[in-house]
């Protein structure tokens, strides 16, 4: 409570997670419970207790797709999960670069017949018009809003990411001071450690 009373400083609401380490198969639910803090009056002085709240988990269908996709990633050739999934993601990387360019090379060919400078082919232009018409529509509003979304959550990710790297790193630090410290006391040194 403590530690949660700290946190709110920080944040209005933190809620408390408690993860159950146990494996247990039949069950099919995330071994997970999450408090939220409640103020209650007890004994007539207002208080702070933890009350299980109930949660939903919702994904997108990227997520979704994603999670799937590293799931049933086999090892090939004594390589690991991971190099597989870094050699998929690093073939459709290169397949954005050549469709990018691509599409530039047509943009470019049509500023140039529209400016007169190539003479205008119109089965051309039908086939442009054709592919144009199967790609899907990206300038509403509701994709702006899903992809702000998920490059936010993106971010935030890489943001938890970078926190956690340096809460291990501190951690390290303050497991060489230590042992420095514990090694510097037991020969009987006073020296004082800031």
């Given at each position: ?93 290169s397949a954005i ?54 490059y936010n959550d ?23 001071f230590n042992t ?15």
């Amino acid at each position: 409570m403590h530690i949660h009373k700290a946190l709110m400083d920080i944040n209005e609401s933190p809620v408390y997670v408690l993860l159950n380490p146990s494996i247990n198969p039949a069950q099919k639910d995330l071994p997970v419970t999450i408090y939220e803090s409640e103020l209650h009056v007890i004994d007539g002085i207002p208080q702070l207790i933890f009350v299980c709240s109930s949660y939903t988990i919702e994904t997108v269908e990227a997520e979704r797709i994603s999670v799937d996709h590293v799931a049933h990633l086999k090892p090939s050739d004594g390589g690991s999960a991971a190099t597989q999934l870094a050699a998929h993601l690093t073939g459709i990387h290169s397949a954005i670069k050549m469709l990018n360019s691509r599409i530039r090379v047509l943009h470019h060919y049509l500023v140039a017949m529209q400016k007169g400078e190539i003479p205008c082919e119109n089965s051309l232009l039908r086939q442009v018009s054709s592919l144009l018409r199967r790609l899907p529509a990206i300038e509403s509003e509701k994709f702006q809003d899903d992809f702000l979304m998920e490059y936010n959550d993106t971010l935030l990710i890489a943001y938890l990411a970078m926190f956690t790297n340096c809460s291990s790193t501190m951690n390290e630090l303050v497991d060489k001071f230590n042992t420095a410290y514990d090694r510097h006391s037991r020969r009987g040194g006073r020296t004082a450690f800031i």
